[in-house]
């Protein structure tokens, strides 16, 4: 054990398995992790990507070209607890929360814990997101769990401030350190239309983009009724083109509001698009328009100005500090001062200059090394909590088959007590295999049933999850370590081991060392 002492970040493990998280993996968090991770590689920092699966690690790679990857399990996370290290976490906030965005594995390394804060929106907002009794289940326990933390790294200064109050967390442990756009973000070097021709087609007015969403914080009524306000001189020569996916009810939806503003022929819905047509969209508009009355930072602001566009923008939220220019912002809530706010950003040329200048500013302040660079800097201000105490990971394996009532649930029993049993043995975890009894599995510490996996037991608990044989006639047990290729080994006791005479135990104990060793042959050096 070591003490944790210093402010010197030796080591920083971020969680990466959000870019191939069903709900964020295309944009939002999963784009955030993939950015943070880009920039922390930028600046240099002592960075390790965590990830799970060979998709995640895929994606990785691809988007972080020599980035550090490491496969979660204890051995990673034993190989770097010392002092001077964090773990940061990029899940904590995802609605719902996931199964372990601080893994037991951390918590039992003693190691400091900082998470990015994206927003409270389903806290400050219960009852549109807090309806059902899960959810707000799940926003209370994001609280409690928040509360164990070390830090906070807030995407913006709203976010921080809205954090500290919603999560009661001492606002002096919450470090601002932003957010950046992708290299794909820029302007023009060709006629983007033909990369639009999929989803939106030139017919000679110029382009009003703006991105949104199903929920009713984006604003889209208000933007609309906006549009049909906007004078029809000025509407003649430009369309309004609403980015966003959408469902059936939701388009209908969509298209009422424009006929009621009298829009119904002025405006474009594209539905989802890709990310080349995202960038495209932005290099041909005009203007962009972000009406959202709360964001966490609001990256379709800083995406437009990136391609060069200008942009106009709430004055709620976090959206003030992405651009920094009161002359760029509107009061969502008020329809007429959209429909100004647009009106003017599209014929006043000195105005069109301020926007200009703002959109520029806003590219070369915001950038992903930078976030970088914060969240080095703030890990390493703050330092953690409090004095900590490290400690390595104990070895852990799993063992998933029949256990106790049959004949090779008997020998898988004795091998398991025999691994259990030996010199500086693993800790042995049990993963009950039921599918062929209807008896109870007798779920206990270190005892679960084997659909558990993955679901509320994490497979980076353990070094390795071994796979037994269910045949009792076959003399061979087929281990499989997870997260590797398949192998397997002769154990030819196993099958034979069915009662719990002497013979039994000491073919069981030779099988345990059998075990042992060939796990210990698959194990990465030095862990």
Known sequence: MADLHGDRVSHLLVDARPVDHPTARNRGIGRYTIGLLSGLQQVGAPVV?????????????????????????????RAHTM??????????????????????IITEAGLPVAAVMYDVIPERYPEQYQQRHTARAQVQLRGILTRTLDALLAISQFAADTAAHELRFPAQRIAMIGAGVEGQFMPATADPW???REVLHADGRAVVVSVVG???????HRLLSAWGKVPAAVRRTHRLVVVGAHDDALLAQWQQWAHAAGVGHDVAFTGGVTDDEMVAVHQVAALAVMPSTEEGFGLPVLEAAACGCL??????????????????????????????????????????DVLWAAAQRAVLRWTWAGTGSAVMSSLAALGPRQRRTLRQVAPRIALAGAFDDSPTGRANTLLAEAIAGQVAAPEVHLLVDGATTDRPTHAGPGRFPVRALGRFVHPSLFDHVVTLAVDAR??????????????????????????????????????????????AQRSPAGS
Do not use: C
Not at 214 to 220: I, Q, V
Not at 320 to 331: H, N, S, T, Y
């Open 49 to 77: 990507a965590l990830y799970e699966t060979d998709t995640e690690a895929g994606v990785l790679a691809a988007a972080v070209p020599g980035l550090a990857l490491q496969r979660w399990s204890p051995a990673v996370i």
């Open 83 to 104: 002092p001077g290290a964090w773990y940061l976490a990029t899940q904590l906030m995802l609605h719902p929360i996931p199964l372990d965005p601080v893994p037991r």
């Open 194 to 196: 033909p990369r639009l």
């Open 214 to 220: 199903s929920d009713p914080r984006k604003n889209t």
């Open 311 to 352: 942009v106009i923008t709430s004055n709620v939220s976090s959206l003030p500090e992405v651009l920094a220019e009161r002359a760029a912002e509107f009061d969502p809530y008020d329809v007429a001062a959209i429909a100004a706010a647009i009106e003017r950003a599209l014929t006043d040329a000195a105005h069109r």
């Open 474 to 519: 076959d003399a061979r047990a087929a281990l499989v370590d997870h997260g590797a290729a398949q192998r397997t080994l002769a154990l030819a006791a196993v099958g034979a081991a069915v009662d719990a005479t002497d013979e039994a135990l000491r073919d069981a104990d030779r099988d345990a060392v059998a075990v042992l060793e060939w796990l």
